[in-house]
């Protein structure tokens, strides 16, 4: 993990989440990952490539390609059995391993809302200030939310390929049932409900 990333609060990180998003390709970001792509025009998707996150049945790296890009709509859409799929933070959070929030910082660097001493760079606040200031950490539950999505997912991707896959699957969907109700009872400011719901899915999934 880049020791700039350690420091920075997520709250803070994720009111740049638009602004960074628009700013990459995610064309441009997955070939900087060494994944040969291929113009595959199919609906929404412009191209295509072996799945980088899961192999076939039988441990071998996939022979069709499963993993599908949008470059209209900047995401991707694995058609595989880890049913990946997301944003480019969520593409460089499953491809390093590391947390959404952390995958938001590296790209924020690399686009320069972070300047070289790990700063947020006082230049983009002034240029995005209405942008910023109607953000309140205290407020947003979308933080949380984004980790718990991704926990869940993460979960299931690594049973992928397991023989008892459909018993994790059974499991993990009555337990997503029962986040989605929970889910559903929280408001806009209920941040510290948010956050206690969060500790409990880690928790979980950590057994």
Same mark, same amino acid.
């Given at each position: 993990?880049?020791?700039?990333?350690?420091?920075?609060?997520? %709250? &803070?990180?994720?009111?740049?989440?638009?602004?960074? #998003?628009?700013?990459?390709?995610?064309?441009?970001? $997955?070939?900087?990952?060494?994944?040969?792509? &291929?113009?595959?025009?199919?609906?929404?998707?412009?191209?295509?490539?072996?799945?980088?996150?899961?192999?076939?049945?039988?441990?071998?790296?996939?022979?069709? %390609?499963?993993?599908?890009?949008?470059? &209209? =709509?900047?995401?991707?859409?694995?058609?595989?059995?880890?049913?990946?799929?997301?944003? $480019?933070?969520?593409?460089?959070?499953? #491809?390093?391993? =590391?947390?959404?929030? +952390?995958?938001? =910082?590296?790209?924020?660097?690399?686009?320069? +809302?972070?300047?070289?001493?790990?700063?947020?760079?006082?230049?983009?606040?002034?240029?995005?200030?209405?942008?910023?200031?109607?953000?309140?950490?205290?407020?947003?539950?979308?933080?949380?939310?984004?980790?718990?999505?991704?926990?869940?997912?993460?979960?299931?991707?690594?049973?992928?390929?397991?023989? !008892?896959? !459909?018993? *994790? @699957?059974?499991?993990? &969907?009555?337990?997503?049932?029962?986040? !989605?109700?929970? $889910?559903?009872? @929280?408001?806009?400011?209920?941040?510290?409900? =948010?956050?206690?719901?969060? +500790?409990?899915? *880690?928790?979980? @999934?950590?057994?």
């Amino acid at each position: 993990m880049d020791q700039d990333f350690e420091f920075l609060d997520p %709250a &803070e990180i994720w009111k740049y989440r638009s602004l960074v #998003m628009s700013k990459i390709n995610i064309v441009d970001l $997955v070939t900087e990952y060494k994944i040969p792509l &291929e113009p595959k025009v199919s609906g929404q998707f412009s191209h295509r490539a072996k799945c980088p996150f899961h192999k076939s049945s039988n441990g071998k790296k996939e022979k069709i %390609a499963s993993f599908y890009i949008s470059q &209209e =709509t900047n995401s991707f859409y694995c058609f595989g059995p880890c049913d990946a799929h997301g944003t $480019v933070i969520d593409f460089v959070s499953l #491809m390093d391993g =590391t947390p959404p929030m +952390i995958a938001l =910082t590296k790209l924020a660097k690399k686009v320069g +809302i972070i300047n070289k001493n790990g700063q947020w760079d006082e230049l983009q606040l002034d240029s995005y200030g209405t942008f910023v200031s109607e953000f309140d950490p205290n407020k947003t539950i979308e933080p949380y939310l984004f980790n718990i999505s991704y926990m869940l997912r993460d979960y299931i991707r690594r049973f992928a390929n397991s023989k !008892d896959l !459909d018993k *994790k @699957l059974l499991k993990m &969907e009555k337990f997503a049932s029962k986040i !989605d109700k929970a $889910v559903s009872k @929280l408001g806009y400011g209920d941040w510290e409900k =948010t956050e206690k719901l969060f +500790i409990k899915v *880690k928790e979980r @999934l950590q057994k």
